[in-house]
């Protein structure tokens, strides 16, 4: 069946997006991104610290990565709580070894119930990131604006207090959105995001208030994508990562890699 003539009549149709919250352009078409002390490649390694509940509401959806059998879950739940207790203190060890600074994303939940462990992240050093509050408070379409506004304050708000730092970055839970997350992120001062994966390069991107700069994670070398989602092995994700790297070093471009550890 053929589409009526208006099926493609709307306001915003024109060359380009749809949309306002960012201008169209083509990255070869950008100016080159100039790197301090004449580098070519910029590699964000972005730790994201989770809290999974036990009686999970999953909605609008099931969180990936969430309990899988029924309540009470305590073998998946023991495992990803495992992450937080044991995995983590081994990842930032390798990451002392090689002088590694990251962004740590972590649930403003489990920031609060988890006081070393945000002072040993800390002592680290690392920029932190609001993760929203748990892994089970989506932000989704339908979700009523007042609901979502004090989801968002929550968050961040607690995430502020508890690390003492500005927080001026967010990842939201499962990189999900409704229309008007943007929006509250800015009201509360946040002054990037990483949910959108649809660039190689940081961009800007409009609300109603301030604007906020865009920053694409790179999904397709992100581990738990790679290992967990296409059952790729550990040495596979390694190449890939390697090659990402390659690639983008060699890039006239000066692209960004965005890869997550």
């Not at 169209?24 to 100039?34: D, G």
């Not at 800007?204 to 994670?217: A, V």
């Amino acid at each position: 069946m053929a589409l009526n003539d208006d099926y493609l009549d709307y306001p915003l149709r024109r060359h380009g997006y749809d949309h306002e919250r960012y201008a169209w352009s083509m990255l070869s078409k950008r100016p080159p991104v100039t790197w301090p002390e004449g580098k070519t490649l910029a590699v964000w390694i972005n730790i994201s610290l989770q809290f999974y509940p036990l009686n999970q509401r999953g909605k609008p959806f099931k969180v990936p990565n969430g309990m899988t059998m029924p309540y009470p879950d305590l073998r998946h739940f023991s495992l990803r709580d495992y992450g937080n207790r044991v995995g983590i203190y081994r990842v930032l060890k390798a990451l002392a070894a090689h002088n590694i600074t990251p962004t740590f994303a972590i649930n403003a939940q489990l920031a609060e119930q988890t006081p070393y462990l945000v002072q040993r992240l800390k002592e680290h050093g690392g920029e932190f990131i609001a993760h929203g509050w748990n892994m089970d408070h989506l932000h989704y379409g339908g979700l009523p604006i007042e609901e979502e506004a004090e989801l968002v304050k929550r968050s961040i708000e607690t995430l502020r207090r508890v690390t003492g730092e500005p927080v001026r970055g967010w990842l939201s839970p499962a990189k999900h959105q409704s229309f008007n997350t943007l929006d509250l992120l800015a009201e509360n001062g946040i002054e990037y995001c990483a949910d959108w994966v649809n660039d190689d390069m940081p961009y800007s991107c409009e609300t109603k208030t301030d604007g906020l700069t865009m920053m694409p994670l790179a999904t397709e070398i992100e581990d738990q994508f790679v290992m967990s989602q296409n059952l790729h092995s550990e040495d596979s994700w390694v190449t890939q990562v390697k090659d990402a790297l390659i690639f983008c070093w060699k890039s006239p471009a000066n692209r960004v890699a965005a890869c997550l550890p």
